[in-house]
């Protein structure tokens, strides 16, 4: 839920601390684990004429600073593969004028433990990289400056989600907006609106409220439809409605058309921009109000290669859109995690169809409750932030992990969450194909947890990992054990952006275009396919690829290099999908 607020974005001062010295004594026992806290780098002690004689082994005062939102690897180059503990501490001034009002701590995200402290008092902790989080400190704020100690800790642990293991880089930091909400005491904590059904226009809305007054008159409208009324809230706060706007306009990748929806309650009026879409499935096919649709897709990581680092402001999410509409996607998929807010709010605006996703990545500690309650915690916060944006219309729940009886379990553990939270959705995971000795010559779709989700969803590297090369993709037969619809959620190999040679050279852009130029027809005979999202839009940076003169710690697969230069598949990829939007529109 987008609220101004008073932003605490910019410079803080910060104080690296690989051994948490900060935050244990010397026998480990937090020092937060007293109110207020009894020692560390949270209690922002400062030297003065009456404590000279103390000894302070830390200050935040003249420390060096952090932009913040940001990373801390790609503005320190000495903090580049660091990963550990950064404090990071602001003064600012509270409001003046309190009295009546509600003031809530807003955090976009920060990677990966958070433990934030007001004025040396803990508010609390959160865990998990990507989604957002507050804390109430209308109690705890002090008359004049404040003062805010942040611990981040982007440590990979092997029950994290994501764990130990990945192929993108760990950036830590507080990689979103900081904002303090200057809220009504009584205020709207949440709300829904969107279609009813796909055949009809209208519309379901339901609020809540969170404060002393649960009861309490709310005032909805949306002025283009002639929807102006006036609901009463529940002793809990919660109050539905349903409306029948006669001349709705359904948003579409084409014309992606949004509503001011006007919620009023006593001093706070919300103005969101919110669109009305359907997506469903019917047999093989995927559609989008009613109509069958191909996701001319393309998978992105929260990057920005041009500047580096971590796509932290509205400007990166702007950039990597505009690059997917030159391509002609209706269509992204946002890997491997959440991302930032201002992607959902841009697709919204410029027409894209998103696949958001929890990092549930590879190899999970899949018997660790602890683990999946992250999961659940970080799937529950992501769709409590997005549930009312039109282009979200898949959550994915996982990516290449290997099939057992207790991934499985776990897997349909989120999915049954997902739909209890938001059933207007598709539910899916990027899976992975496997031989099958049932079905000599084939590659084979018959992972058991994809009996739970709408739509098949699978990676393939045929023509780069593995022994085939892209001429010999003409005899790849495809066996796909479901009647659902097949979306091919990556392919591709790498090239070196400028990089050129014979067609058969590894990492040149020929090699590349080659591969894609003999893998879109042979994705074309998969019965049932119904979009594809190659791997992947830009280069990354990822610790994995270690090849001198070629990776340089860049994952190169994508069709963008990382000065922003496009290669050869690209232009192989724009072309298929002029092709399939001729064919999806003369049908």
């Known amino acids: 839920m987008q609220r101004e607020g008073l932003s605490l974005n910019g410079k803080w001062a910060y104080i690296v601390d690989p051994y948490d010295n900060g935050f244990f004594d010397y026998r480990l026992r937090a020092f937060d684990r007293m109110d207020p806290v009894a020692g560390g780098y949270a209690q922002d002690r400062k030297w003065t004429e009456e404590n000279a004689s103390e000894l302070i082994e830390y200050s935040f ?87 805010l100690v942040i611990r981040v800790n982007n440590k990979r642990l092997k029950e994290g989600v994501p764990t130990v293991n990945t192929d993108w880089w760990n950036y830590g930091g507080i990689t979103r907006e900081v904002r303090l909400l200057e809220l009504p005491e009584t205020y709207i904590a949440d709300y829904s609106i969107q279609l009813a059904s796909s055949t009809s226009d209208d519309l379901e809305f339901s609020i809540d409220l969170d404060g002393s007054q649960p009861q309490q008159e709310v005032s909805v409208s949306i002025p283009e439809l002639n929807i102006e009324t006036v609901l009463q809230t529940d002793q809990d706060g919660f109050a539905t409605a349903r409306f029948s706007p006669s001349n709705l306009e359904r948003w579409t990748p084409d014309k992606p058309r949004l509503y001011s929806v006007g919620l009023k309650v006593g001093s706070e009026h919300l103005k969101p921009r919110i669109g009305f879409r359907s997506i469903e499935t019917r047999g093989r096919e995927i559609l989008l109000n009613g109509q069958p649709i191909f996701l001319r897709g393309i998978c992105i990581h929260e990057e920005n290669p041009l500047r580096g680092g971590r796509a932290a402001i509205e400007e990166d999410a702007r950039l990597l859109l505009a690059w997917a509409k030159e391509l002609g996607c209706n269509f992204a998929r946002l890997a491997h995690y959440p991302h930032n807010e201002h992607m959902a709010r841009l697709a919204d605006e410029m027409g894209i169809l998103l696949w958001e996703e929890i990092p549930v990545y590879w190899t999970i500690d899949w018997e660790n409750a602890d683990t999946l309650a992250n999961a659940r915690q970080q799937l529950t916060e992501l769709i409590e932030r997005d549930k009312n944006r039109a282009s979200v219309i898949v959550w994915s729940v996982a990516n ?71 001429d010999q993709l003409t005899d790849v037969k495809w066996k796909i054990l479901s009647e659902k619809p097949v979306f091919i959620s990556e392919f591709g190999g790498g090239a070196l952006s400028g990089f050129h040679g014979p067609k058969t050279t590894r990492f040149t852009e020929e090699y590349q275009a080659w591969l894609y130029e003999e893998t879109l027809p042979m994705l074309e005979r998969i019965e049932g396919l119904s979009g594809m999202s190659p791997w992947i839009l830009v280069d990354f940076r990822s610790p994995r690829r270690a090849l001198h003169g070629i990776q340089d710690g860049w994952n190169r697969k994508g069709l963008i290099g990382d000065q922003g230069a496009q290669k050869q598949a690209f232009d192989v990829v724009k072309r298929y999908y002029e092709k399939k939007s001729e064919e999806y529109e003369n049908r």
């Not at 899976?431 to 590659?443: F, N, R, S």
């Open 61 to 147: 005062v003249d420390a060096h600073s952090l932009n913040v939102p940001a990373d801390w690897n790609s503005q320190k180059p000495e903090l580049f593969y660091y990963e550990g503990t950064v404090w990071y501490q602001k003064t600012f001034e509270a409001p003046t004028d309190r009295a009546g009002k509600r003031f809530l701590l807003h955090f976009g995200g920060a990677n990966y433990e958070t433990d934030v402290y007001l004025n040396s008092r803990k508010l609390g902790r959160h865990i998990g990289g990507f989604t957002p989080f507050q804390f109430d400190v209308t109690n705890r704020l002090h008359e004049g400056s404040n003062t």
């Open 400 to 470: 290449e992990t290997p099939p057992s009886e207790q991934r499985t379990r776990f897997l349909r553990t989120l999915v049954d969450q997902a739909r209890e939270l938001d059933d207007t959705r598709l539910i899916s995971a990027a899976l992975e194909v496997h031989g099958d000795p049932q079905y000599p010559g084939y590659t084979v779709m018959n992972d058991p947890f994809g009996a739970f989700t709408d739509i098949v969803s699978f990676n393939q590297y045929q023509g780069w990992y593995g022994p085939a090369t892209p």
